[in-house]
């Protein structure tokens, strides 16, 4: 079994590649849910959304989330509220986009939670509803909360971070509410300590990876099996591919390059992937403690997806 610790997009793109090398039963998931929020008294799970509906093939490929061919009826109809909301209501906010499709699976989450349904056990309900094989998981069935402190305004959430002020302003500091007190699930637990091989996606190690790391024993478990454990890089060239990984590397306090990436990684993984732009700098990870592996890991093709995840799997003794 292979487990990958996964956020949004770079790990959906990842594990797309995954898939053309070990059977979907041979994999499992374990995604962030610190990203999830409620909108219009719906729960919203971005980045399980992200990974369901790319594995499913049905995710729209410009946008990079959301679903193909969507229409966005809904959202245009709540700006006729806009004029009419009071100045201290909350209502009918139009700044995170849900597409009439995408609507369906917050209706079915919520409608389940409502019955006293697991995040689990509804994250392989939708699954299956779009004919997945590989094994999601959530990686808690708490509620974790990504907070984030944007400077000159003070602490929002990570939504409004991301979406509403497009991830443009600078923060200061990032903390996971709820971390604390929330578990692993006996599910991911186990995918940790039984997998063949773990990889941590091409992921933010600060917001997507960090969140599940903050888990009570997570850390513990990665860095007693850490010879097994892969990292792939998300910084390219000292640049994030999609989001602000770079950017809040930088303003955290932490080096924006591969460099950076390892100095996290290196307590919990024993080699980086880092493509052949940062090969310059395959030394200074090893001076760190982590073994350096250079492969192309810009996902443009399914090929180059593919020969990503083979490497990935090999630096971590898995041979396929």
Known sequence: MITVLAGGVGAARFLSGLLHVVPATD???????????????????????????????????ERGWGLRDESWRAMEALARFVPVRPPNSHAAPTWFNLGDQDLATHFYRTAR??????????????????????????????????????VDEGEISFQEYFVQRRHSVAVSDVRFIGADRAALTGHAARAL????????????????????????????????????????????????????????????????????????????????????????????????????????????????SANLARVALAAAGVVV
Do not use: Q, W
Not at 123 to 150: C, K, N, S, W, Y
């Open 27 to 61: 994999i499992t998931a374990v995604v962030n849910t610190g990203d999830d929020t409620v909108m219009h008294g719906l729960y919203i799970c971005p980045d399980l959304d992200t990974v369901t509906y790319t594995l499913a093939g049905a995710i729209d490929p």
């Open 113 to 150: 939670i409502a019955e006293g349904a697991t995040l689990t056990e509804i994250t392989g309900e939708i699954a299956h509803a779009f004919g997945l094989h590989v094994r999601l998981l959530p990686m808690t069935d708490d509620r974790v909360e990504t907070r984030v402190t944007v």
């Open 193 to 304: 300590m039984g997998a063949d091989a773990i990889v941590i996606a091409p992921s933010n190690p600060l917001v997507s990876i960090g969140p599940l790391r903050a888990l009570a024993g997570v850390d513990t478990a990665l860095s007693a099996r850490r010879e097994s454990v892969v990292a792939v890089s998300p910084i390219v060239g000292g640049a994030a591919l999609k989001g602000p990984a770079d950017r809040m590397l930088g303003e955290l306090g932490h080096e924006s390059t591969v460099v950076g990436v390892a100095r996290l990684y290196a307590p919990i993984a024993a080699a980086l992937v880092i493509d052949p732009i940062d090969a310059h700098l395959a030394r200074e990870v090893e001076a760190v403690g982590m073994r350096a592996i250079v492969v192309p890991s810009i996902m443009s093709t399914s090929a180059i």
